[in-house]
C-alpha cells in the first residue's frame, strides 16, 4: 500500500509460497479459503459454471427454495429411477449416439439439455428433446427434478431395462469428467466400461432406501 514496497513484496512472495498446492477445485469459489474434501456445489445461472463453496459460503445460499439469484444449490439427493419407459424405440427417436446420457432442465432456456461422454468431455445434444420430456412425465420422481442442478442420467444396455438415476448435476458432470481420461473410440472401450459399471455400483448402494417419490 505505501511506497516502501520491497518489505512488502517479500512479505507477499512468501506468503504465495506457503500457499499450499491445490488442484483447482479445492479452494470456495467465492471466498478463496481452502474446502473439505465433502463440499457444497452451486451453479452459477449467469457463467453456466459448477462453483465450489465452503460451509459459511453455502450457508449464505440456504434454504432452498429461497430466492437466490444468480447461485442455485446443488441439492444432494440420489435415487433410481423405475418408472421411465426407456424401451429401444423411445431411445432410438432420442438419437444419442451412444449408450449413456444424462439430461437437465436448463431453465434459462426453458428446454431440457442433453450430454453425453466422449473423449472432449460432455457433447450437448441439438436436438430437439419433445421425446424426453414426453417420457419424463411419466415418471412421478422425474417430475420433481430441480432445474439447473439435478440430472436424470440414464444407460443403455444391451440386457435388460435401461438403467436410469436422478443425481446432482455435479456427480453427472464428474462421471463424464472421469470418462474423458479413458475414452477409446466411438464407444468409450474397455476403460471407459469399467468406470461406467463402477460408478453406478456406488450410486446404487448410495440411492438404496431411499424414500419412495411422493
Ligand atoms: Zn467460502
Ligand atoms: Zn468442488
Not at 517479500?10 to 471466498?31: H, Q, S, T
Request: hydrophobic share 45%; aromatic share 8%; charged share 25%.
Amino acid at each position: 500500500m505505501d511506497g516502501n514496497s520491497g518489505a512488502g513484496f517479500a512479505a507477499l512472495a512468501n506468503v504465495l509460497r506457503k500457499r499450499p498446492a491445490v488442484a483447482p477445485g479445492e479452494r470456495c469459489d467465492f471466498c478463496g479459503e481452502p474446502v473439505q474434501p465433502e463440499h457444497a456445489h452451486l451453479v452459477d445461472l449467469h457463467a453456466r459454471r459448477i462453483m465450489c463453496a465452503c460451509r459459511p459460503c453455502a450457508l449464505v445460499f440456504e434454504p432452498q427454495g429461497a430466492a437466490r439469484g444468480r447461485y442455485k444449490p446443488i441439492p444432494t439427493r440420489y435415487a433410481e429411477v423405475t418408472g421411465l419407459a426407456l424401451d429401444d424405440a423411445a431411445w432410438d427417436a432420442l438419437q444419442i449416439p451412444i449408450e449413456l446420457a444424462f439430461f437437465f432442465r436448463n431453465s434459462a432456456e426453458d428446454r431440457t439439455v442433453a450430454c453425453y461422454p466422449g473423449p472432449a468431455g460432455a457433447t450437448e445434444s441439438q436436438l430437439p428433446l419433445a421425446t424426453w420430456d414426453a417420457l419424463a412425465g411419466s415418471d412421478p420422481l422425474v417430475a420433481t427434478v430441480e432445474s439447473d442442478v439435478e440430472a436424470i442420467v440414464v444407460q443403455r444396455r444391451r440386457a435388460g431395462p435401461a438403467r436410469c438415476y436422478l443425481v446432482p448435476i455435479d456427480a453427472a458432470y464428474q462421471l463424464v469428467g472421469m470418462l474423458r481420461l479413458a475414452w477409446r473410440g466411438f464407444d468409450g472401450g474397455d476403460e471407459a466400461r469399467a468406470q461406467i459399471e463402477r460408478w453406478f455400483a456406488a450410486l446404487a448402494e448410495r440411492s438404496r432406501g431411499l424414500a419412495a417419490p411422493r
